[in-house]
């Protein structure tokens, strides 16, 4: 799992009880960059071939 180890330029990520947490780091906005949607592709992808995941929890971490 050595993705949850990398810097994420837009994510944040743990994990707990095999629920991974995806936190985008976002400014408060209604739009998603093109570096979010290819961050969050590299991570599921990742993150589907992975045992001990069971679920994952996508979130905003609003920055004002």
């Given at each position: 799992m050595s993705?949850?180890?990398?810097?994420?330029k837009t994510l944040n990520l743990s994990l707990k009880n095999t629920i991974l947490?995806?936190?985008m780091n976002r400014p408060k906005a209604n739009a998603m960059s093109i570096e979010l949607l290819d961050e969050?592709?590299?991570?599921?992808n990742q993150t589907s071939v992975e045992q001990d995941i069971?679920?994952?929890l996508l979130r905003s971490d609003l920055k004002y």
């Open positions: 993705f949850l180890k990398q810097t994420w947490t995806v936190s969050l592709i590299q991570v599921f069971r679920g994952v």
